[in-house]
């Protein structure tokens, strides 16, 4: 159980363009979802927390106006990386939770890999 | 503000045997949780352990156990009788248990652990 997707796996896109990157969880329902940033061979950095029918709370010097995120079930959160640019490849991994606590554990998803041309 | 340091880039060992990867962190929280997350080739991150900073007794997964040393603010991860498939990137993680940023997942940047035939 705990299983949690994104779609798609990887994507290439113009700059310019607008990508939206799909996180859903197959067989529980997330109340919380995060979205994670890994550049290459560095951690994991938390750009936003979502909770389901709520705004998104967004980390320190992420845009929330580039990186629009929206959690419109328990099942389904996307990030949507608006008039994308080279800077904004990544790896973009999101992950799931049954709650916000801490003692909820968070169930990742595969990652996406967003490459700007 | 929190930090996590991971100060071995790169670890190997040789199958079969045990090695140790070293964590600190830096909080003024009195509550939270640490985590070891592993990355394999294929990116998804897997929760391997976790303790809860309250609780005195280290905690322990099959092979896995780590060393918490709450004053010393140092949380080791310990895998004996390494497998080849334990070869990842070995992530050390803190989430403070209360406050706004609960459940919000601080990375440090990583191990990489290669296990040897």
């Known amino acids: 159980g705990a299983v949690v997707s994104q779609h798609p796996s990887w994507v290439i896109c113009k700059s310019g363009t607008s990508v939206k990157i799909e996180c859903r969880s197959l067989?529980?329902?997330?109340?919380?979802m995060f979205w994670y940033r890994q550049f290459p061979k560095q951690s994991l950095m938390l750009m936003a927390t979502s909770n389901e029918g709520s705004k998104a709370t967004y980390e320190q010097g992420v845009e929330k106006d580039k990186f629009l995120i929206n959690h419109a079930s328990l099942t389904l959160s996307t990030l949507t990386v608006t008039s994308a640019h080279p800077e904004d490849s990544s790896f973009y991994i999101c992950?799931?939770?049954?709650?916000?606590?801490?003692?909820?554990?968070?169930?990742f998803g595969p990652g996406t890999r967003l490459t700007v041309l | 503000a929190q930090t996590v340091t991971q100060s071995q880039p790169e670890m190997s060992v040789q199958e079969a045997e045990t090695v140790t990867l070293s964590c600190t962190y830096d909080?003024?929280?009195?509550?939270?949780?640490l985590f070891w997350y592993k990355q394999p080739p294929s990116r998804q991150m897997i929760l391997v352990i976790r303790?809860?900073?309250?609780?005195?007794q280290n905690a322990t997964e099959n092979r896995f156990s780590v060393n918490f040393q709450k004053a010393a603010k140092s949380f080791s991860l310990k895998i004996s009788d390494s497998q080849l498939g334990d070869t990842a990137m070995y992530f050390c993680a803190f989430a403070p248990a209360i406050g706004g940023s609960q459940g919000n997942l601080i990375f440090g940047k990583g191990t990489k652990l290669s296990v040897k035939p």
């Open positions: 909080t003024s929280e009195s509550n939270y949780y």
């Open positions: 303790q809860e900073a309250y609780k005195q």
């Open positions: 067989d529980f329902q997330a109340t919380t």
């Open positions: 992950s799931a939770s049954r709650g916000g606590a801490a003692y909820n554990e968070q169930f």
